[in-house]
């Protein structure tokens, strides 16, 4: 589509996004959560809704909606209603749903997003709501049957509901992959949309730039991955618009993304949608929320992301793109929490954890959780740099990689592998002695004004040293012999 048909449209963006949590029981039953067990083992009378069951509410799930809430900046409400609502599927043996409806227990609120050109922007949050999963219907397994897992009934959800406040597909991803980091962080849900354990529908309109009133909305389901739901967001783009000039009116559908054609098709209109026939829960009665437990759970909250990030930015002066990486993954942040708690070199600490660490991480494909040297070690490294005792490249090609197979402190294997590099001016004199002797025809350059060849001299210096002359003395010794 051509650019200028394209800007003369403004696209507006609002998404639905569920998280399973990561409780150890379900939602409103003590039948194990978890992902991954047989089919239809953690089933009980309750999650099949057995007549003579009662729902027992899991106080886990409101802790952790309370946790996002607070995270995000929503109200919390004092007193928790449930609501059912009805319909009838092979997967949902009950024939409802325990959410809730008009009363979420957060809202208002935002998410801190980058926009396309690097800006922050505030993304608000309309509510999160607690509600229930239901079960799996598996239509690929048998040729001519779809089965049906129970095992994800009744798994404790929170969705996450945003304002029509997006406005471009690469916002949609920005903003979830900080919800994704943000639920990682809080330790509620392990943010794996393969898996589905975050799924996002994704509302999507275009209105001409200017106009007054959003576009008809539609609204996309069925994406298993982030870069999946910008795709699904770029093609509506391009298809309302296009439906738009050739004359259509659009209406409210459901629409579903196919991401190897790289499309999406119709479900279901408006006009068939479902009526929920929501109603108060009878079987559950309202919770109370103390104020007391808000603030014994906001006590209990972990750093998060983008207060890390300010903080790395503004009081340890690192850069942008440093802190955006540290604070990406709750791992890394906590091992560069770690780090600086030893040392005041901030920089050197996220240079080392990005750089050496990260490529360690890289080659042998595991996570920092995984890696095996203590944060004091690497510290302990730094300070050796730092006092001038080994050179940053020799710490990085030697000393570094022998951290590994040594329990020894840094020091002891620098020592050992006769890394120190000296500041002892009579040994650094004998080398600048050996690089003037074997480079007279540059000495003689230098002396006739090209100054610049300092750089070569150090150089050789360096080689001849074996990297272990310090390069502060070296290079005042230098010029003093070469300007003699
Ligand atoms: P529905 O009644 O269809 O569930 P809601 O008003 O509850 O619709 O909104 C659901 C989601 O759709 C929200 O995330 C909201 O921000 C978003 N949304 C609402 N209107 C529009 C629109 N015109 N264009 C894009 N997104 C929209
Ligand atoms: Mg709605």
Redesign the pocket.
């Known amino acids: 589509m051509e650019q200028t048909l394209r800007d003369r449209y403004e696209v507006?963006?609002?998404?639905?996004v569920h998280a399973q949590l990561l409780t150890q029981t379900k939602a409103y039953s003590s039948d194990i959560n978890a992902y991954g067990s047989a089919p239809n083992t953690n089933v009980s009378a309750i999650t099949l809704g057995h007549p003579g069951t009662l729902p027992v509410m899991n106080r886990r799930t409101i802790d952790f909606a309370i946790r996002l809430g607070l995270a995000c900046g929503c109200n919390i409400a004092p007193t928790q209603h449930f609501a059912r609502k009805n319909y009838f599927y092979p997967d949902l043996p009950k024939g409802y749903q325990i959410t809730q409806d008009t009363t979420p227990i957060c809202t208002g609120g935002q998410i801190l997003i980058r926009t396309d050109n690097g800006s922050q922007k505030s993304i608000g949050l309309?509510r999160i709501h607690m509600e229930e999963d239901a079960g799996k219907s598996i239509h690929d397994v048998d040729v001519y049957d779809t089965l049906v897992d129970l095992n994800r009934a009744g798994t404790p959800l929170l969705e996450i509901?945003?304002?029509?406040?997006l406005r471009s597909s690469t916002e949609a991803y920005n903003y979830l992959t900080e919800v994704r980091k943000l639920l990682r962080y809080l330790d509620i849900c392990d943010g794996n949309m393969e898996e589905g354990s975050m799924r996002c529908?994704a509302?999507?309109?275009v209105r001409l730039v200017g106009a007054k009133d959003?576009?008809?909305?539609v609204?996309v389901k069925n994406m298993n991955s982030i870069r999946n739901v910008q795709r699904a967001i770029e093609f509506e783009i391009i298809r309302q618009i296009e439906a738009l000039e050739s004359g259509e009116t659009l209406t409210?559908e459901t629409r579903a993304f196919d991401a190897i054609k790289g499309c999406t098709i119709s479900m279901r209109t408006k006009e068939a949608a479902n009526d929920y026939r929501y109603f108060p829960e009878p079987d559950l009665p309202p919770i109370t929320v103390s104020v007391a437990q808000i603030q014994e759970i906001a006590n209990q909250m972990p750093a998060l992301p983008h207060v890390l990030f300010e903080r790395y930015t503004k009081t340890y002066g690192l850069s942008d793109y440093d802190a955006y990486n540290i604070t990406d993954q709750k791992g890394l942040a906590l091992y560069y929490e770690a780090l600086i708690s030893e040392t005041k070199n901030y920089k050197a600490a996220a240079n080392w954890l990005m750089g050496e660490i990260k490529s360690y991480l890289n080659e042998n494909g595991i996570d920092i959780s995984e890696f095996p040297i203590a944060p004091g070690r690497i510290t302990a490294l730094i300070a050796l740099i730092d006092e001038g005792k080994i050179s940053n490249s020799i710490a990085a090609q030697r000393l570094f990689p022998a951290l590994f197979d040594s329990s020894e402190t840094p020091l002891e294997i620098a020592e050992r592998l006769n890394l120190i590099q000296s500041s002892d001016s009579s040994v650094i004199e004998a080398f600048i002695s050996t690089v003037i002797e074997q480079n007279q025809d540059e000495v003689a350059r230098y002396r006739n004004g090209e100054k610049q060849l300092i750089g070569f001299f150090m150089g050789q210096l360096m080689k001849v040293s074996g990297g272990k002359a310090d390069p502060k003395a070296a290079n005042g010794l230098l010029k003093q012999k070469l300007d003699s």
């Open positions: 507006v963006i609002g998404l639905e309309t509901v945003s304002e029509p406040d529908d509302n999507v309109s959003f576009g008809t909305k609204e409210q």
